[in-house]
C-alpha cells in the first residue's frame, strides 16, 4: 500500500512539473534571434563614363561629377563639297550629329573651340578637322534633300535639360583619303562642361571606310 502511495505521488510530481512548465513556456516564449543578413552595396563614384545607349552602337553618353550628361549620336555621314550638294567622291563629309541633354545643367557652345570638336580620321591615323562650312542649315543656308535633317542645324546651342540639337559641321576630307572613324570632344564643343582634367571626353566612332 505504501508502494502503490509513492508511486501515486511520484506520478503527481512528475505531471505537475509538466504542466507548470507548459504555461511557463505558454507565458514566455523563447525569443530566437536570427542574424539578418545585410547587403552593402558600394557604387564606383563616377567621374565620366561612355554608355551605350541601348542597342544603338552610333550613341554614346557621357556623364560627370558635376551633372553635365550629354548624349551623342552619329545619324551619319555625307560624302559632300557643300551644304546644298550631297554627292559622293566630294572632297568633304558632312556630318550629322545629334544632342540630347540628358543631364542636369545646361550645355553651351565653346565659342572658342566648337570647330575644333569634331575630328574625321583615315586609315594612316591622319586627323581631320578644319570646318570651313560652319553648321550646314544654320542661318537659313540651303540643304541637299539628302541632308534634311540638317534643316534646322545649329552649333550655338544653349541646351536646356532634356532639350535636344542637331549639328551639321562640314569638315574637309581629302579625296585620295578613306574616312575610318569620327571623333567628338564634348570639351572643345560644350566647355566648361566635361572639362575635368585627365579624364576621357569623346566619343569615337568606326565607320567603315564609306561614305552614306
Known sequence: MRRNALIVLTVTVVLAVGI???????????KVQAAAATTTTTTKPMSIAQTPCGTNSDCLTLTDKAGDAITVTLDGEVQAPSCNVAEHGAGSYVVILRFDNTGKTILNTDQNSYRDALTLIDTSSTAYNTDY??????????????????????????LAPGSAAV?????????TSTLTSIQFNAT???????????????VTWSVGGSGQ
Not at 20 to 30: L, V
Not at 188 to 202: C, E, K, L, R, V
Open 20 to 30: 507548470g512548465a507548459y504555461f511557463y513556456g505558454r507565458d514566455h516564449p523563447a
Open 188 to 202: 572643345d564643343f560644350f566647355s566648361p562642361a566635361f572639362s575635368q582634367t585627365g579624364i576621357n571626353n569623346a
Open 133 to 158: 562650312g560652319g553648321s550646314c542649315g544654320y542661318q537659313n543656308a540651303q540643304v541637299a534633300s539628302g541632308l534634311s535633317e540638317c534643316k534646322n542645324s545649329a552649333y550655338n546651342l544653349d
Open 167 to 175: 549639328w551639321c559641321p562640314l569638315i574637309t576630307f581629302p579625296t
